[in-house]
């Protein structure tokens, strides 16, 4: 009898271990990131051929979800080739918008930007490249579990509201100095462990000189508003170039001067601990 009953739960072990429900589920079909640097991805997408392609399913200007492969590793990358300039356009909201600029020129440029921040670690890399006979902007893929706007449309909650307040508030600051004019909740990407990425700048980069709203930056990290302080104008341009102009890199800097004001304003008003972190 005790010999019948351990082979029945051997039995039911392998099973279930066949079945899938011990052990790792990651499904077979599920692709695991490559582990490279930015330099590695960088050459990967400047280099490795593109073997599919098909329309996203999100954003106005219909960018492309490429597949790419260098005969060892295939990875997404998403393609830009928007380069629309118009003394003023309507927009959908109706709005009308002098200078209105929509470049795949931009997504490159937040790249840059982003890392002389420190914020390399939440925006994609960037390069530009022709396929299909244009010239745009290609983009990193990043595996994610949703985007902001479903998680608020599901209720979702993060397991940890702190931290995940703190990403948000960072790359507000980000938005507000790029002024980007559609940071809409489908560029804000939430991974499996809750990560946020930011994507698609195309619309960011304004001759603006104000910030778009001081009262929706109630904090900072300290990395952040410290790199911030030192930034250069020289070193923006140079790093930016040729995907900015004069006057957009100048309208950044300005806008980088109101920014380290306020903070410092909160910080007089209210003490470091309930502005900084």
């Known amino acids: 009898m005790r010999n019948r009953?351990?082979?029945l739960v051997l039995t039911v072990v392998l099973c279930l271990i066949s079945a899938g429900w011990l052990g790792a589920q990651?499904?077979?079909?599920?692709?695991?990131e490559p582990a490279l640097t930015e330099e590695q991805m960088k050459e990967f997408?400047?280099?490795?051929?593109?073997?599919?392609?098909?329309?996203?399913?999100?954003?106005?200007?219909s960018p492309w979800r490429l597949t790419l492969?260098?005969?060892k590793i295939t990875h997404d990358a998403i393609f830009q080739s928007i380069d629309e300039r118009k003394s003023s356009m309507q927009l959908a909201d109706g709005r009308t918008e002098l200078n209105f600029v929509d470049s795949y020129h931009y997504n490159i440029a937040g790249y840059e930007l982003g890392k002389l921040l420190g914020l390399g670690d939440v925006i994609p890399v960037y390069v530009g490249r022709e396929w299909n006979k244009q010239q745009g902007?290609?983009?990193?893929w990043v595996t994610v579990k949703m985007d902001e706007g479903t998680r608020l449309k599901?209720?979702?909650?993060?397991p940890n509201p702190d931290a995940w307040n703190k990403q948000m508030f960072n790359l507000r600051v980000f938005d507000q100095l790029i002024y980007d004019t559609d940071a809409n909740l489908t560029n804000f990407l939430v991974t499996a462990d809750w990560k946020l990425w930011r994507v698609d700048f195309s619309r960011a980069f304004r001759l603006n000189q104000d910030l778009q709203s001081a009262k929706d930056l109630p904090?900072?990290?300290?990395?952040l508003l410290a790199k911030l302080e030192v930034l250069k104008r020289d070193e923006v341009l140079a790093n930016t170039k040729p995907h900015l102009t004069n006057s957009e890199v100048a309208a950044v800097m300005v806008r980088r001067d109101k920014l380290v004001a306020h903070f410092k304003q909160l910080?007089?008003?209210?003490?470091?601990s309930k502005v900084l972190f």
């Open 69 to 71: 492969s260098d005969g």
């Open 219 to 223: 904090m900072v990290g300290r990395d």
């Open 45 to 61: 997408l400047l280099h490795a051929n593109v073997t599919a392609s098909r329309h996203t399913s999100v954003g106005i200007t």
């Open 267 to 272: 910080v007089a008003q209210q003490g470091e």
């Open 154 to 158: 599901q209720k979702l909650e993060p």
């Open 137 to 140: 902007a290609l983009g990193w």
């Open 26 to 32: 990651t499904p077979a079909n599920q692709p695991s």
């Open 5 to 7: 009953r351990i082979w």
